[in-house]
């Protein structure tokens, strides 16, 4: 893995938004795979202001969302799909046409997520994966377990997943769905890079043990470590346990 530390955040988000418009350059069709949380908001208004500045063209630039929340629609308040809107979507010039994503209001969630397993495909895999990490040591929605599931999936969330995302949902984590789907660690281990971006104290603990520790399905991040070219890009804090 390439380890990359920064004294702030800021500095994380400007480093990793510079890394995607490289990427692009690099290859103007590139298949970007997008995660969605706190952490990766700063990177997009990063790239936002990179694009209004004429410095990264995303108008052949294809994109995987990672997850999206189940029974909810794609203009719900709290969908990963109107984060995306709004952060990202919204400010670039991405054609609607090579946005992908989950829909958690499909009458079938199974053949949902096959769908999107082959239409990953069909885009000729993921070129770089953009990922956050859970607090939980969660990649996507793949939360620790006993077993975690290679391809796309549904998925029972956490407690402290629907916690961490309760602000979504008015705060109340009653409002949170409790079924959310997501690519799995197999679909994500077949990007060709993989970008994961932690920050603050909170992360320091499974950003340590993701590097360091054993290979885990109780910690889904540490599979990280089968992958040939993974980059971290963190803060101080994030960092502090390596
Ligand atoms: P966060 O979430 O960026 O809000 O901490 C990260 C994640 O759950 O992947």
Redesign the pocket.
């Given at each position: 893995m390439d380890i990359l530390v920064f004294d702030t955040a800021d500095e994380v988000a400007a480093a990793v938004a510079g890394r995607i418009v490289d990427a692009v350059a690099a290859r103007p069709d590139v298949v970007l795979g997008l995660?969605t949380?706190?952490?990766?908001i700063a990177t997009y208004r990063a790239l936002r202001r990179l694009h209004h500045a004429g410095h990264v063209n995303f108008a052949r630039v294809t994109t995987f969302n990672l997850d999206e929340f189940a029974g909810i629609t794609p203009g719900h308040p709290g969908s990963f799909r109107t984060f995306m809107d709004r952060h990202l979507f919204s400010e670039v010039n991405l054609a609607p046409g090579r946005i992908h994503f989950l829909d958690g209001a499909a009458p079938d969630l199974d053949a949902e997520c096959v769908r999107y397993e082959t239409a990953v495909d069909a885009a000729g895999g993921i070129g770089l994966q953009l990922l956050?990490?859970?607090?939980n040591g969660?990649?996507g929605f793949n939360e620790p377990g006993t077993e975690l599931v290679t391809r796309t999936h549904r998925v029972h969330l956490a407690a402290s997943?629907r916690r961490?995302n309760a602000a979504l949902f008015g705060g109340d984590i009653a409002n949170v769905p409790a079924e959310a789907l997501s690519m799995g660690m197999g679909t994500i281990l077949g990007a060709g890079t993989i970008v994961l971006i932690a920050t603050g104290e909170r992360k320091a603990q499974c950003v340590g043990s993701a590097v360091q520790g054993p290979l885990t399905t109780q910690l889904p991040a540490s599979f990280l470590q089968l992958h040939r070219h993974v980059e971290l890009y963190l803060d101080r804090p994030a960092a502090s346990r390596l």
């Open positions: 995660p949380g706190r952490t990766p956050g990490i859970g607090s969660h990649i997943t961490d």
